[in-house]
């Protein structure tokens, strides 16, 4: 392990390069960035969906030569494939590898692009869904959606699912309404998750689907959040009839919530503590430079006990949550099941991150809610991971059941 951070050498590595790559060349962007929010029906100018369409409070544009720009160097680098394993051609870094490349990636309010590719397809795909989707996904050729959520099925989606698809011969028929997909219209391909048997639903009832982008049948509907008001990147998804193949069928037949899970562990949890990490660094830096050059009543704001308070509230809970989040990442890539941990720091990440951003905001003050500096958009997404990926109170539930069902090692 490294000394400064823990971190085994080629982790370290990997840590140091892209925040050098995101300090010079995503960080100097910002401003440009921020000056020109995306309107709805205007091109996307070359910007990776993977970025501009899923990442909720980013507010921005960029050319098409500067996005191909930064798309190329990471890709040179080798830090777009850096978490994907090797016999993918991937880096094979792993979940703590991702952990720490998506830190580093949030430090700046434009993203270095990596790739897109859903995790939880390598290993399920047939050969033919490997060449058609996964491999495509792993370069950034194509991008997916992931489809699980429902007007009424939302924390609890194997218990209040109504998708349904039946089978109808070599194909089957899908038909329900999802909500709240986030790059849902834009993407490449959907991954849809359907009740095959009503009686078992989560407990090997429930489908996941490749549904290719169009497909009769499809329509989409965007849904319009405070987090990014000038652009729908969130949508309902109806399906009318759908057919696909039963070559479309991700995994086996049954189980689709399992894949789900591995999705939302991975995607969904762990990386929001990815994401907070690098927000809250970068932010946290910021704060101490401005309370050193901000000066009241002849004093740097520096001096004042309030401030200092502030800055060291958000110091602690960034050294406990990258300790969690790391942890965690490192029992995942060991093969352990981290779903209660994952839990944990999505709920570490939504609660304690937006804390955190408040605190930066106010040592800010009014300078602080100005849309031309990153602040107030990560505010934005800090809020929103309160909520999305399962509210705060749902994943407390989750790791009380663990508790109570004596699952989960808190006596060390």
Known sequence: MTPDTGLPPALDALKSTVRQIVRD?????????????????????????????????????????????????????????????????????????????????????????????????????????????????????????????????????????????????????????????????????????????????????????????????????????????????????????????????????????????????????LLRGAMALGILTRALQMAIDWSQERVTYGRPIADRQAIQWMLTDVYMDIVALRSVARETAARADAGEDVRVEASMVKYAAGEWGWRSIDKIMQIFGGVGETLDMPIPHWYHMLRHARIGGGTSEIHKFVMARALLGGRVNFQG
């Open 25 to 269: 060349e995503c960080i100097p962007l910002e401003p440009e960035y921020l000056a020109h929010p995306p309107q709805e029906g205007e091109p996307e100018n070359g910007a990776p969906r993977g970025v501009l369409e899923t990442v909720p409070g980013v507010l921005g544009t960029l050319s098409e030569n500067q996005w191909g720009r930064l798309n190329n160097v990471s890709k040179q680098t080798g830090i777009y494939t850096s978490f994907v394993p090797e016999e993918y051609g991937g880096g094979g870094m792993g979940a703590l590898g991702h952990l720490v490349l998506e830190e580093e990636v949030h430090r700046s309010i434009v993203h270095l692009p990596t790739s897109p590719v859903p995790m939880f397809m390598i290993g399920a795909c047939t050969p033919e869904q490997e060449q058609k989707y996964l491999y495509p996904a792993i370069d950034g050729d194509l991008y997916y959606s992931f489809g699980q959520t429902e007007p009424q099925a939302g924390s609890d989606p194997g218990g209040m699912m109504q998708t349904r698809a039946v089978r109808d011969g070599d194909d089957w028929i899908l038909n329900g309404t999802k909500m709240f997909i986030s790059g849902a219209a834009s993407a490449d391909f959907l991954l849809v998750q359907a009740v095959t048997d009503p009686d078992k639903r989560q407990r090997g009832g429930i489908t996941m689907f490749i549904i290719d982008n169009p497909t009769p049948g499809v329509t989409f509907e965007p849904i319009r959040v405070w987090v990014v008001p000038t652009k729908a990147q969130q949508h309902y998804i109806h399906l009318d009839n759908v057919r696909v193949p039963q070559t479309q069928v991700l995994g086996e037949v049954g189980e689709g919530f399992n894949l789900g899970q591995q999705w939302l562990v991975h995607h969904d949890r």
